[in-house]
């Protein structure tokens, strides 16, 4: 078992920048790879950006890719989502996640977070 829990999130203005982090404890994953999402209600969950845990590869959503960053800390078990120039319809629950492969499906991912609020004023 994987256990994943998001923090960071908060109200923000236009143009902020915020940085949403992943605790992940239980069972080894060397071989996951890492992945934060969004979702608003009545919206489909939408793939941001991934990284592979073992070897730092990243994938991004072209919607945050140049604002949004993901990294990794192997030594704590912890992951990030630095975002710059944040946008009113950046809005939304964030969540990580954790699965066998880097995919933009959330189908792919079996452990997730229980999400947390980020909110961008104009």
């Known amino acids: 078992q994987v256990q994943l829990v998001e923090s960071g999130g908060g109200l923000v203005q236009a143009g902020d920048s915020l940085r949403l982090s992943c605790t992940a404890s239980?069972?080894?994953?060397?071989?996951?790879?890492m992945a934060w999402f969004r979702q608003t209600l009545g919206k489909e969950r939408e793939f941001l950006t991934a990284i592979t845990w073992r070897n730092g590869y990243t994938s991004y959503a072209n919607s945050v890719k140049g604002r949004f960053t993901i990294s990794r800390d192997n030594a704590k078990n912890t992951f990030d989502l630095q975002m710059n120039s944040l946008k009113p319809e950046d809005t939304a629950v964030y969540y990580c996640?954790?699965?066998?492969?880097?995919?933009?499906?959330?189908?792919?991912?079996?452990?997730w977070g229980q999400g947390t609020q980020v909110t961008v004023s104009s």
């Open positions: 239980g069972r080894t994953f060397s071989d996951y790879a």
């Open positions: 996640a954790a699965g066998p492969m880097v995919s933009s499906t959330p189908q792919r991912y079996r452990y």
